[in-house]
């Protein structure tokens, strides 16, 4: 008995909140789209307290906005709003490299150099969630090193309401291998223990998502995921009140884009 460890138990809010978030940043959920937390409690197979608590967290993400009795839905892409976050995760990121790389192991430098394979791998197969979680991989061993706990709290915080942006950018070729050769720079400037160098080439990736904000952006609603935007619904986010319920006993069909708990990521 001495081999069994304790298995991790992920929240349900927490399962929730990440398959809400990526279907939202894939745009399953598109930008304008109502949500309603019965239906989504329902199609993810858990109860809706848990999907409540998503649905608030990603409110206060900037990835959805409600009025209490009326609506909620998921905020349209507004380019200041991108800017600015992008602009602050930027900041904080350039601020992690300066601090990381004299701290950094053989073995970080490694684990960013496979990420940066698996990025390159996935972009040319064409499957953009893999290349984000690559380009998370790559940039969270900074972060990490860095050892400064706000920074990973603001970039946690405001790297969502970039990454409709960014599932737009490495979904085409070119601005996908322009990503690989950055990150192989910084990669470079990371195995060479040079802060500047790798807080200078930081600067440039952020910026360039900063760039992305300013062009044109289709903003067409697909099919609603709830009721009709301004009708009342009784189970919106406007109150997350109530006690926490068992989930469903079974998984009841997904919606598009919105996988049952157990597929979330």
């Known amino acids: 008995m ?9 929240l349900l809010r927490d399962t929730a909140y990440e398959a809400i978030r990526d279907a939202i940043v894939r745009g399953d959920i598109p930008p304008g789209a109502p949500v309603r937390d ?16 998503a649905l608030s967290r990603l409110s206060g993400e900037g990835l959805v906005e409600s009025k209490p009795q009326s609506y909620t839905r998921v905020t349209q892409l507004v380019p200041g709003d991108v800017r600015d976050a992008a602009a602050v995760v930027r900041a904080m990121q350039e601020l992690a490299a300066r601090t990381a790389v004299p701290r950094l192991t053989d073995a970080d430098v490694t684990a960013m150099r496979e990420a940066n394979d698996r990025f390159r791998d996935a972009t040319r197969r064409g499957d953009v969630a893999d290349a984000l979680r690559a380009d998370d991989r790559l940039h969270d061993v900074l972060v990490t090193a860095c050892g400064n706990r ?14 409709r942006l960014e599932w737009r950018r490495f979904g ?16 470079e400037a990371c195995a060479g223990r040079d802060a500047d160098a790798a807080a200078r080439v930081t600067a440039e ?5 900063e760039e992305l904000a300013d062009e044109p952006v289709g903003e067409q609603v697909g099919e609603p ?28 069909g997904g919606a598009k884009g919105v996988p049952h708990a157990g597929n979330a990521r």
Not at 39 to 49: F, I, T, V, Y
Not at 172 to 187: C, D, N, Q, V, W
Not at 228 to 246: C, Q
């Open 2 to 10: 001495e081999t069994l460890r304790p298995v991790r138990r992920t």
């Open 38 to 53: 019965a239906d989504l409690a329902e199609r993810l197979g858990l109860s809706r307290a848990p999907v409540r608590d």
């Open 150 to 163: 706000a920074v990973a709290a603001t970039v946690e915080r405001y790297t969502p309401l970039l990454r």
């Open 172 to 187: 085409t070729a070119s601005a996908a291998h322009g990503s690989a050769e950055l990150h192989e720079r910084l990669i």
């Open 205 to 209: 990736i952020w910026r360039a998502l």
């Open 225 to 252: 995921v709830g009721e009709p935007a301004g009708e009342p619904s009784a189970g919106s986010t406007g109150s997350i009140d109530g006690p926490e319920s068992e989930p469903s006993a079974g998984p009841v």
